[in-house]
């Protein structure tokens, strides 16, 4: 199985999910009010899930949290992130990123959090870009996107359904050459470590 390594950023740090965690990842991925407007990839048992995580490591189009956001000063989990193969043929890699604990929104953690991701993705693999997509209505997805230095590529129309009627869905990617530019921008970001 393959090994995931802890990422240490500032006030976070991104480990593999414990047994401990799964619980509170399952209860976040299956509440809509947590996820949305993030149209989730649909799990429909606690064991199914946790055989998704557990699987995950070595399945690179798994949709399954591959992660767990935890805060260093409290251990406390506040949320859970993802990448995935995004496309049959094409080499694109998407990250996905959610702050279960809502109280913990907007402190700059999603920031921190996906900047650790993309880090870490272009430090071990051979990518030269890293993609993400979201729903255009979601102003905290993109805003942080953008402030990583992810750029808006497209858009796709009614490409997503939820909530009863069709969403837009805004594509970004952010180059490998332009990404040490961006983390030296995006203050607190810093380079992660595998621990
Ligand atoms: C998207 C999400 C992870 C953002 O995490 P976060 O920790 O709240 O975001 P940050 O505090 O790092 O802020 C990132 C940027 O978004 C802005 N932002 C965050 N919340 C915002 C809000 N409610 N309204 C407007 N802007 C907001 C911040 O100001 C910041 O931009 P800035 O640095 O230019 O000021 C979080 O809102 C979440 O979990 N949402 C539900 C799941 C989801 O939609 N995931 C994405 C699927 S594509």
């Known amino acids: 199985m ?13 480990r593999p999910p414990r047994p401990a965690d799964l619980m509170t990842l399952f209860g976040w991925y299956n509440d809509p009010e947590t ?14 899930f946790v055989r998704s995580v557990e699987g995950a ?5 798994s949709l399954a949290p591959r992660f767990v956001v935890e805060r260093t000063s409290d251990h406390r989990v506040i949320g859970f992130v993802g990448h995935y193969q995004a496309h049959p043929v094409l080499e694109l890699t998407d990250v996905w990123y959610v702050l ?7 402190k700059g953690y999603g920031r921190e959090a996906v900047g650790l991701l993309v880090d870490y993705l272009f430090h071990t693999t051979g990518l030269a ?6 729903d255009t209505d979601n102003i905290p997805s993109f805003k942080l996107l953008e402030r990583l230095g992810f750029r808006r590529e497209g858009t796709l129309k009614a490409a997503l ?5 069709w969403h ?3 594509i970004y990617g952010v180059m490998r050459a332009e990404w040490a530019t961006a983390v030296r921008n995006a203050n607190p970001i810093r380079v992660a470590s595998a621990a």
Do not use: K, N
Request: proline share 8%; net charge negative; aromatic share 10%.
């Open 2 to 14: 393959t090994e995931v390594p802890t990422l240490q950023g500032f006030e976070l740090r991104l």
């Open 35 to 48: 996820i949305a407007p993030f149209d989730r990839f649909a799990i429909d048992s606690y064991d199914d």
């Open 57 to 61: 490591p070595d399945d690179p189009r």
């Open 100 to 106: 279960g604990e809502r109280s913990e929104r907007h």
């Open 129 to 134: 870009r890293v993609g993400a997509t979201c």
């Open 161 to 165: 359904f939820h909530h009863g009627r």
């Open 168 to 170: 837009d869905v805004a």
